[in-house]
């Protein structure tokens, strides 16, 4: 036997230096040791990534993922975020990317075009985990836009959760009324039994049948017999634990729905086919939303309570203030002044008379221009040029039924709108206003005073030089409106 063969357990092995002759490191030749703490080293598995303790540490490229998000204009854009960015870091990267005016109430949709299948994701989501679920291949894709009314409910109870679905036994159970009790309820993470009468289409069947449907906390049941809650007539339908809620679009004509106001529910390890869908239709688009927003509240609890914090405290998106106040060589800058005074003019320091002295000549430029417009002239480009086709509420030529599912898609709040070109009534416009979950619609007439264009939408009482003066005024007053316009149905491109 060699001595190299033999080694006695005592007798350490001679290890090279590992500089080379240049003084770098060099690979060694002897095999590695396994890390008796991966946890503690793995950046995959430890909660604190090294890359937060090391200041010059980049993400690894398998830490990242490339996300594409769709906007209402079938333009996209590829995000690249981290394996654990939320739907609420992906949505402040796109607002910031599109040079958006607000970054409240924004959200990324899940959309299945093919099943007519959406779903809001929640705020806290993974969103790397949802993508996950998806098929290979699919056409399932990302949507970035508004919803009014992801949060709505904290603020609308009543609207959100009418008294006829609310359970008995939860009525009981309180002196109070049922909206402070709702209130109360949904501040501690929790929700009130909803019961009603559902459409239900089994999976892997075509016919629908009516039964009777009670909403709890440890799950989804419906009643053997007639509206009776006995638990020897109540069968569980499904786990809210592992289960996601989607909203159903052209289910008439996908399912054979018996009304349009149809949603599904499917377990989050399922794949997406159509055999595997368990679809219900309510009667109301009312009854819907409150057992959408139910089951909601039933599977994330006080998390929705969390996030709706979060969305409220969010900051504003402005223009940073200045650290210095010299002025660099060159810069050009725009501050306030009032010429109104014979000294020829100053500087208004007070921002709330800076704003006021902008609007008033905001105010006084629309009054120009719709002055200019009014007079006569043989070109007819003078709509084209107005001011109201650079607002982002304005829609241009789409039609009534496009409207109504751009708003609904947007939440269908109250105060929600948007204006459109009339196609029945030449040079005249439309304003869609969503009240109560429905969406009315309105008449804006031009007319003539004095040599003068107006709009006005109740027969000539109250006129407006422009249709930005008519949105402006019914901002802060309601006219013959049921509610003020308060959510501009915007679409942007990304």
Not at 291 to 319: D, E, H, M
């Amino acid at each position: 036997m060699s001595v190299h063969q033999f080694t006695p357990r005592s007798r350490p092995l001679a290890i090279r230096n590992g500089l080379n002759s240049k003084g770098e490191l060099r690979p060694s030749s002897m095999p590695s040791i396994p890390n008796p703490f991966p946890e503690l080293c793995s950046p995959s598995h430890s909660p604190v990534r090294i890359g937060s303790l090391v200041g010059n540490a980049t993400t690894s490229e398998e830490d990242t993922h490339v996300v594409r998000v769709f906007g209402e204009d079938t333009h996209s854009r590829s995000v690249l975020v981290s394996s654990g960015a939320t739907v609420r870091d992906v949505c402040h990267i796109l607002v910031q990317a599109a040079h958006c005016t607000d970054q409240e109430n924004w959200a990324l949709i899940e959309q299945h075009p093919s099943l007519g299948l959406e779903r809001c994701l929640e705020d806290h989501e993974v969103l790397v985990q949802v993508q996950s679920s998806w098929l290979q291949g699919g056409d399932t894709k990302l949507l970035f836009r508004k919803n009014y009314a992801k949060y709505e409910f904290f603020k609308k109870t009543a609207q959100y959760f009418p008294e006829s679905m609310i359970s008995d036994s939860t009525d009981a159970k309180a002196e109070i009324s049922s909206s402070l009790l709702i209130q109360s309820m949904l501040k501690c993470g929790s929700c009130p039994e909803i019961q009603g009468y559902l459409h239900v289409r089994e999976a892997g069947k075509k016919s629908w049948k009516k039964l009777y449907f009670i909403l709890r906390r440890s799950g989804l049941y419906c009643s053997s017999k007639g509206s009776s809650k006995e638990p020897r007539h109540l069968q569980c339908v499904a786990d809210l634990e592992d289960l996601s809620v989607y909203t159903v679009s052209n289910s008439r004509k996908l399912y054979s729905s018996p009304k349009v106001h149809t949603f599904c529910i499917k377990s989050c390890r399922d794949r997406f086919r159509s055999q595997d869908l368990k679809l219900l239709c309510a009667e109301n688009e009312q009854c819907r939303t409150c057992w959408i927003t139910a089951f909601r509240v039933f599977k994330y609890g006080k998390q929705l309570q969390c996030n709706y914090l979060l969305s409220q405290t969010s900051p504003k998106l402005q223009i940073p203030p200045r650290k210095d106040t010299k002025w660099e060589e060159g810069e050009e800058s725009m501050v306030a002044m009032d010429f109104s005074g014979k000294s020829g003019g100053r500087v208004i320091l007070n921002p709330q008379e800076a704003q006021s002295a902008e609007q008033e000549e905001g105010y006084n430029w629309r009054k120009r221009e719709a002055l200019r417009y009014s007079l006569p002239s043989n070109s007819q480009g003078s709509r084209t040029t107005a001011v109201h086709h650079i607002q982002p509420w304005f829609h241009g030529g789409v039609s009534r039924s496009e409207a109504e599912r751009l708003l609904e898609e947007q939440g269908q709040v109250d105060g929600m709108f948007l204006i459109r070109d009339s196609q029945m009534h030449a040079q005249c416009f439309v304003l869609s206003l969503c009240h109560k979950l429905k969406t009315k619609h309105y008449l804006l007439i031009p007319c003539e005073e004095g040599g003068r264009q107006y709009y006005t939408m109740d027969d000539g009482v109250t006129l407006f030089m422009d249709l930005l003066q008519l949105v402006e005024f019914h901002q802060i007053n309601r006219g013959i409106l049921p509610v003020c316009l308060k959510h501009p149905c915007i679409r942007i491109a990304l």
